[in-house]
């Protein structure tokens, strides 16, 4: 089985460790990314090999820029392969070349199954008899899934006002289900108990590194659907910030490897967050390098209720880094944002709605350029969120 992954490094000191043996944080606390040994991959693989697959395989299509995996070995649901839609109607009169990624229609209605797909894999691969994370919903209905695809037995805390459809998925999928009286950070505290104490293998956001190798597909992906070109600006509703992360990662691997033009910008990445739990926003506009805690975050769109993102100063460097930007919309404005484009046929998680004002907000501010291409990432399906309608 030919891997092209060598190790993991830190994303904030660069201590390397080997990928071959369960990892979690780094030492210093900080976050492991997977490395690649991309020039010999560049020498070996032409990305033609890989628009030649057709889209059957979903993300594993990339597989040569994933863990090295025997075919059998994936444990899949089908995620990937999801549509670049184009929705000219609100691009600033076509002055904006305008995209929606529909995410909604991945395995349990969210991009969390990229995340969950190679995950789980890896954790299988890996020898973990028991997964356990922390979760504002969708990440759990996702890793209870694919952890029975797998066989493998699934832990899952959750927030007791987390939406309620996710709590039923849990179980329905035949995972554990913890409620906690609080919210994710409270939920991630019972599970560290947990891995301490029984060995569980800890999923949670970030203290693995393969649930970022998964999400890292959707930049692949917008990529290849844009004819192997970056677009100039994603708006992505940013909670943990694994999307965002991913993101930046792809496209600077394809860079690396010439798949996309080596002198093309890294788009501008926008991280959109719920006005009720905003903490990269604060952090942004304060011109801060860490997030803070978000004291009493509250807000419909559940998977942006993270208050204590693991990842906030990774993000916030990403965020300077690609010259982007961090905005907040309150909960009414994604309210009707979601009948908007429902109206439009486009039936989104609040995540994704809150895009659309956000999009609108840049156009104003002129922050937006005549002839840019713009992808708005829409996260999951409004399906998942049966209490909003
Ligand atoms: C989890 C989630 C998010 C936030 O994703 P992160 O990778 O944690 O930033 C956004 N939208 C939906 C629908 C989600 O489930
Ligand atoms: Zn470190």
């Not at 797909?117 to 020898?127: C, D, H, P, S």
């Not at 973990?128 to 899934?145: E, F, K, Q, S």
């Not at 006002?161 to 919210?183: C, F, K, M, N, S």
């Not at 599970?191 to 693995?208: H, L």
């Amino acid at each position: 089985m030919i891997t092209y992954l060598t190790h993991l490094a830190c994303a904030a000191c660069d201590q390397t460790y080997p990928a071959d043996e369960p990892q979690h944080l780094c030492t210093c606390g900080g976050i492991l990314l997977a490395q690649y040994d991309l020039p010999r991959l560049a020498r070996e693989v032409p990305r033609e090999r890989i628009s030649a697959r057709g889209w059957n395989d979903g993300l594993w299509r990339y597989a040569e820029l994933l863990p090295g995996v025997p075919p059998e070995r994936r444990v899949t649901l089908g995620e990937g392969a999801t549509p670049l839609l184009a929705v000219p109607q609100w691009g600033m009169e076509g002055q904006v070349e305008l995209w929606l990624k529909d995410e909604g229609l991945n395995p349990t209605g969210s991009f969390k199954a990229r995340g969950a797909a190679v995950g789980v894999t890896m954790a299988r691969q890996l020898g973990a008899t028991h997964i356990a994370l922390p979760t504002a919903g969708n990440a759990g209905a996702a890793w209870a899934a694919y952890g029975a695809r797998a066989g493998l037995p699934v832990i899952v805390a959750m927030p007791r006002d987390a939406p309620a459809i996710t709590q039923h998925e849990v179980q329905l999928y035949g995972a554990r289900l913890h409620l906690v009286d609080g919210l994710i950070s409270d939920a991630g505290a019972w599970v560290a108990q947990g891995v301490r104490s029984d060995g569980w293998y800890d999923a949670s956001t970030f203290k693995e590194p393969y649930r970022l190798e998964g999400k890292k597909t959707l930049g692949l992906e917008i990529a290849e659907q844009l004819g192997w070109t970056m677009p100039d600006v994603i708006l992505y509703p940013t909670g943990g910030g694994v999307g965002l992360i991913g993101l930046w990662k792809a496209f600077q691997e394809l860079r690396t490897l010439g798949w996309v033009p080596a002198d093309q910008p890294l788009p501008r990445l926008v991280a959109v967050q719920a006005a009720g739990c905003a903490p990269v926003v604060r952090a942004w506009e304060a011109g801060a390098d860490a997030t803070a805690f978000w004291e009493g975050a509250a807000t419909i769109a559940a998977g942006l209720r993270v208050p204590g993102p693991l990842a906030g100063a990774l993000m916030l460097r990403i965020l300077r880094e690609t010259n982007g930007t961090a905005l907040a919309i309150d909960d009414a404005t994604i309210h009707t944002a979601m009948q908007e484009c429902a109206r439009a046929g486009l039936w989104l998680s609040p995540e994704g709605a809150a895009l659309l004002p956000a999009l609108r907000t840049l156009i104003a501010q002129d922050w937006l350029h005549p002839g840019e291409r713009v992808v708005l990432l829409n996260t999951g399906s409004g399906l998942v969120y049966p209490d909003l309608v």
